[in-house]
């Protein structure tokens, strides 16, 4: 059974709008989560880290973190085609070991 | 410079061959990692490492043997290559907390 679930997608927002990914996880214990974005043929880069139930902002990307429900999602204000990518989440616990999920693959259309 | 680098980037071979990924990190971090991730970019876990020593070994093959000669180093070597073995292997280090992971530019194995 996967730790970190995904939708995989696509999702299809056109430019301008919000787009909103989201991810489930099944660890209790864990501790901190992540969104990765993931360009085809590049490897992941980190855009957002959380740890503390609640928001978090950093400019146009806001994550979000719901311990009790064991659900993480990432919103992307003012999508641009350059936001176009599979975004991964990913859960951390007491280790140091990252679980990531399949990907959300989105599609931002002009 | 790059944080942390994999060479080769693309390795084509047959079955059956033995294959090796060296990767390194000039970030100073205490821990490095093997990922693999396969065609449905699925990314999972193989090994860890924490200042040489092995922490993290899942379900993987024992033709896969990771080597770390010190703590900026991770090497990767695949014996008996197989069909399933082709994929993107990505290394990546992280700082002594844990936390964020900052990824190689991936070497992607392709056997024939």
């Known amino acids: 059974q996967k730790e970190v679930e995904q939708n995989s997608g696509p999702l299809s927002v056109p430019e301008g709008a919000i787009a909103s990914l989201n991810c489930t996880y099944s660890?209790?214990?864990?501790?901190?989560f992540f969104w990765y974005r993931q360009y085809s043929g590049k490897s992941p880069e980190l855009i957002m880290s959380?740890?503390?139930?609640g928001d978090k902002e950093d400019g146009r990307f806001t994550a979000q973190l719901n311990k009790a429900s064991q659900y993480v999602s990432l919103l992307i204000r003012d999508s641009q085609p350059s936001d176009s990518a599979t975004y991964l989440c990913a859960s951390g616990g007491a280790t140091n070991k990252l679980i990531f999920g399949t990907g959300t693959l989105l599609a931002v259309q002009p | 410079d790059t944080a942390v680098s994999q060479t080769p980037k693309y390795l084509v071979t047959q079955m059956g061959n033995d294959k090796s990924i060296k990767c390194e990190q000039n970030?100073?971090?205490?821990?490095m990692y093997w990922y693999k991730q396969d065609s449905k970019k699925f990314l999972k876990i193989m090994f860890s490492?924490?200042?040489?020593?092995?922490?993290i070994n899942e379900t993987v093959p024992n033709r896969f043997s990771p080597k770390s000669p010190d703590k900026a180093h991770l090497n990767l070597h695949i014996n008996s290559l197989e069909l399933g073995d082709s994929a993107v292997y990505f290394c990546a280090s992280s700082p002594p907390l844990g936390g964020e992971l900052f990824f190689g530019e991936g070497s992607r194995l392709t056997v024939l």
């Open positions: 959380i740890y503390s139930n």
């Open positions: 660890d209790r214990v864990s501790q901190s």
């Open positions: 490492y924490n200042n040489k020593e092995l922490i």
């Open positions: 970030l100073g971090h205490d821990t």
